[in-house]
């Protein structure tokens, strides 16, 4: 298909998974690029090693740099492995979306462009992927460990998740143990199951940043069978002034932060959550409870009366959703944080967001 093809399909919002070949591949993975140009050949050619197996899907998100005539040279060199779908800017939210829409992998992952795979850990994944379809032992989502790299620095810090998970095998969520308050997924660590995403019909919210919370948070429930892969499979960048994450980004779209917590915590009643596995539910609470206490930190840090006036609405959202889940997590250990009385309060809690985030040197 042209270029000019693909850029119509993706405003159309067109599935291409069924036009584009036959055949399945075992993983899709979907790189949003936002004038990418200056890092994503990194990104890309972190993905190359997988081989056939891999389907990468670079989504070039309405960039005015030369990303996405790096996105059509890649298709020309790797046509049986690399595609690109062309689209007006929509978000990194829009660019997972429309990486889903046309997957054709039987499991899916994000990787953002300015990050990268270690090629031993991939190699070790399609070959977990390969198995569990030999098997017919199909699971709904695989964990995987990853390291922070800096400019300076590559894996300078590490993330696993040995003391909840038992690696190598097939789980259910009631063979998981309890995850402690500080270890929370990112969606680095995690790949979902293709068609469980699509079958609950999931789509993210456009034009704003940090709902990779809602994508993290929401599809767990309906996760049934997991395997945690303890190998260093994700490589998160950390340290360029243009990123979402750094702190000064993060205040001056602090309403977008705000109605991200807001919409992901307001995801499943108490009731609902209480359904659920024992150790998956305490991870559902915790990581409610971390999203308010982060947030709340944020809204603190900025002290103007419109960021504390989003976080008395960001409770009060959550109050009016569901009674129940209010008073939950203003009992939780993180959540009672963010409750503590006057500016006394505040500062405790901005210090420990800020002591947080040098211990794993953002």
Sequence with gaps: MSGT??????????PLHRKRRNGMKLLTVTVPCYNSAAYMERCVNSLLPGGEEMDIVLIDDGSTDETGAIADRYVREYPTMVRVVHQPNGGHGEGINQGLRNALGRYFKVVDSDDRLDEPSLLKLLGVLRRLEAAGETVDLLVSNYVYDRADKQASFSVNYRVA???????????????PVHKQFMIHSLIYRTDLLREHGFVLPAHTFYEDNIYIYKPLPWTKRVYYLDEPLYGYFIGRADQSIAEKNILRRLDQVSRIAEEMITSYTLAELKT????????MINNCAGMLATTSALQFIDESENSLAMNRH??????????????KLRSNLLGSVTVLPGATGRRMLVSGYRFVRKMIQF
């Design 5 to 14: 093809g693909w850029r119509a399909a993706a405003q159309a919002k067109t």
């Design 276 to 283: 659920l596995p024992k150790s998956l539910y305490g991870y």
């Design 314 to 327: 960001m409770w009060q959202t959550i109050r009016e959703f569901d009674e129940e889940l209010y008073q």
């Design 165 to 179: 998970m038992k690696p190598g095998r097939v789980l259910r969520w009631e063979d998981i143990h309890r995850f």
